[in-house]
Structures are given as structure tokens and as C-alpha cells.
């Protein structure tokens, strides 16, 4: 006998019918599927043979008068159990695939064999990106070809339907009015006309949000935060500009509605901040520029009762003169000494006050200008003075 297939659609129901030989009931055989000469064959009918998650198949055997037929819905190739067997004519598949469906039945005294194949596809919904401008939004489906959709339906949500291809799918819509609107995608397997769907929602807009920014707030030395409010929920970019110069776009985008973005800056020097939106769809202005300034220095006050002396300047050249910044006076009791630099940042401190300061921070001589100081006081009664002022240094 010769391998014979048929294959029958029937209302939209795909039928393989696939007849094997088969020879003496031989169970050690590699692959059961494989004919040999010399067998007989069966007849297998699935119904339907293909189609998507779940699928409930139905097998018949395209034969009268056989008996004792049996089932491996999953046949994976080499000898077949008796356990392996099951008589239910009806399966479900949940995991998609290709899958081999073997038959074992007897017919007039003799074994038969057939093997038939079911395609089972995944119902996976598609991710979508979704974009919008305005009163105009674009849908496109990054992982269309993992999918393996023949096509994609889109309902836009205002009546109308579009067809989208399965390779590289882009769809774009423009609606009439602001009203908020239901998209849903549906990719679609030619086989079964069926496959999963996923549904989005997109409000247009005639008018373009710009976010703005709440708050600007120096966190350490090199960076700042900054508070934004985005109601629009537009994508937007940060740009930042030292006073006086020209914006610069930074690497920051979002668009989260309320966020906190974090951006390295030197918080010693003034800067400002814009947002601008992303989207050069979106007619918009930059939203209102927000700074940043340093805060001054401590401002010296004066100390009542004070009986210490310091000089308002010194040259710690090494010419002798002048060279070591040191108080005058009794000073009885216990007492601080904290120089700043101009931007507030301590640069020297000691609890020897008497010893006072030779213009160097960590072992290097600070660079000429105004520093401020400040001196803490306990006498010996327990009472408590501080003195500010600022000291000049020389070159």
C-alpha cells in the first residue's frame, strides 16, 4: 500500500486525515509514525485540527468496524505504554504548539495505526505603544513578530475599525471630539479566526499641558531635586542654563503625572530649570523658568559681654608678618572655633580656639578672599556666648 493524506475544510473547521501502514503491533518501533512495508493502515479525523488556546479537538477514525481504538494526544516519538493510552475521543490543549496525535485500533483481526497533526496557537495579548498628539493618537506593536498574529483588528472606541497587517503593525486615528475613548487590539490567527486582545484608554486633547515645577531643593554638594507636576501626562525633557548662558537639554525625560527627578548639578553656583515637551507635535511653550541660588553666609552678630579680640585680616605668605590668625583676649572656659568658606561649607574647626587659624584646609592654603567665622563660648559658670564676624585673607 502507498502513504496517502487528505486534507478537508469544512465551515471553517480544518480536518486532517492521515493514513499510516501498520505491521504487527511492534511497540519497541523508533517512531510509530514512521511506516514500514508490509503494514496496514489506519484512518485518523481531527476536528478541529487547528486553532487557538484552549482547544477541544474531537478524534474519529475515518473507518467502519473498528474496534479498540486508543489515543496519545502528545506523541513524542519512540515506543509507546499501554498507560500512555486513553480511549477519550475528546482533548483540550492548554499550551500552544505543534502536536502529533497517534492512533492505535483493530479492524478484522489486524492492528492499525494512524498519526494526524494539531496546530494549537498562543492567545497572547499584544503589548502596545501607544502615542498621542493632541486629537491624533498612533498604536504600534513592538513584538508583532514573537506574536505570530496573521493580522490585528483595532476598534478605535468612536465606531470605527481599522486592519492592521502582521509584520510591523502601525495605526493611526484622529478624532473629532476630547471624549475619552476604549481602544482595543485584537491579534487575530488566519486558522480559528481567533487570538488575544488587549484594550488601552486614550482621552484627546485640542489643548497641549505643560508641566510645571514646584519646587527646586539643593540635596548635597552635587546634586538637586526637582518637584514636578505633569496633569497632562505628557512626555517632557528638562533643560538647565548657568545665569546668563543659553538652555541645555539634560538626559532627564518623563512622564510620570507627579515626579521627583534628581539631576547632578554643583549646588555652589546659581542655575535654572525648564520643561519642555517632548513631543514636537505638541504646540506649547516651555513652562516658566525656576532657579536656583546658593544661600548666602552666615551673617556676623555681635556678642554682648564679649572680652575676646579677633583681626579682621592676615597674609599666611610666610613673610613673617601676619602669617597665623589667632584671638586676643581672655577667654576663660571652654570655646570653638569654626571658620566658612562663602558658599557656608566649614573649612577649618578646632576646640583650641587660642591656637587660632593658618589659612589652610586639610594641610592646603585656602585661596584669598572673606571667610566668616564663629566663635562658641561656655565660661566656666556654665554661661554661653558666640561671636560671628569675618576675617579677610591676604595674598
Not at 17 to 29: K, M, P, R, T, Y
Request: hydrophobic share 35%; with cysteine; charged share 20%.
Amino acid at each position: 500500500m502507498n502513504l496517502a493524506k487528505a486534507v478537508t475544510h469544512r465551515s471553517g473547521i480544518l480536518f486532517l486525515v492521515l493514513f499510516l501502514f501498520i505491521s504487527c503491533f511492534c511497540l519497541a518501533q523508533p517512531d510509530q509514525c514512521t511506516p514500514t512495508a508490509g503494514q496496514f493502515t489506519g484512518a485518523l479525523q481531527i476536528s478541529p485540527g487547528i486553532g487557538c488556546l484552549p482547544l477541544k479537538i474531537t478524534a474519529t477514525s475515518g473507518l467502519r468496524n473498528v474496534t479498540n481504538v486508543r489515543y496519545v494526544y502528545d506523541y513524542q516519538g519512540g515506543a509507546v505504554k499501554d498507560s500512555d493510552l486513553i480511549r477519550d475521543t475528546v482533548f483540550t490543549y492548554q499550551k500552544p504548539g505543534l502536536f502529533r496525535v497517534l492512533q492505535y485500533s483493530e479492524q478484522d483481526g489486524r492492528q492499525l495505526r494512524a498519526c494526524a497533526i494539531v496546530q494549537v496557537y498562543d492567545t497572547l495579548p499584544p503589548e502596545l505603544v501607544v502615542t498621542g498628539c493632541q486629537m491624533r493618537v498612533m498604536v504600534t506593536i513592538p513584538k508583532s513578530v514573537e506574536y505570530q498574529y496573521d493580522w490585528y483588528r483595532v476598534d478605535w472606541g468612536d465606531g470605527t475599525q481599522e486592519q492592521l497587517g502582521g509584520v510591523s503593525p502601525v495605526g493611526v486615528h484622529t478624532y473629532s471630539s476630547e471624549s475619552q475613548r476604549s481602544i482595543s487590539v485584537r491579534g487575530v490567527h488566519l486558522y480559528g479566526n481567533c487570538g488575544g486582545t488587549t484594550r488601552v484608554s486614550f482621552r484627546p486633547d485640542t489643548k497641549a499641558m505643560t508641566p510645571v515645577i514646584d519646587q527646586v531643593r539643593a540635596v548635597g554638594a552635587q546634586a538637586i531635586d526637582l518637584t514636578i507636576s505633569n496633569p497632562g501626562g505628557n512626555r517632557f525633557r528638562i533643560e538647565q542654563r548657568s545665569p546668563g548662558g543659553t538652555y541645555v537639554q539634560t538626559s532627564q525625560r518623563s512622564d510620570a503625572v507627579n515626579a521627583t527627578v534628581r539631576l547632578i548639578a554643583d549646588t555652589t553656583m546659581a542655575v535654572c530649570f525648564r520643561l519642555v515637551l517632548a513631543d514636537t507635535c505638541l504646540q506649547a511653550a516651555p513652562s516658566a523658568e525656576v532657579c536656583y541660588t546658593p544661600p548666602k553666609p552666615p551673617e556676623p552678630a555681635p556678642v554682648p559681654d564679649s572680652t575676646v579680640f579677633l583681626p579682621d585680616a592676615f597674609s599666611p605668605n610666610a613673610d613673617g608678618i601676619n602669617d597665623h590668625w589667632q584671638l586676643q583676649g581672655l577667654l576663660g572656659g571652654k570655646a570653638t572655633l569654626t571658620i566658612f568658606n562663602r558658599w557656608g561649607e566649614v573649612v577649618f574647626s578646632t576646640d583650641d580656639a587660642l591656637t587660632g587659624w593658618d589659612g589652610k584646609q586639610q594641610g592646603k592654603t585656602v585661596p584669598p578672599g572673606t571667610y566668616s567665622y564663629r566663635l562658641d563660648q561656655e565660661k566656666p559658670d556654665g554661661r554661653r556666648f558666640q561671636k560671628r564676624g569675618v576675617v579677610v585673607l591676604v595674598p
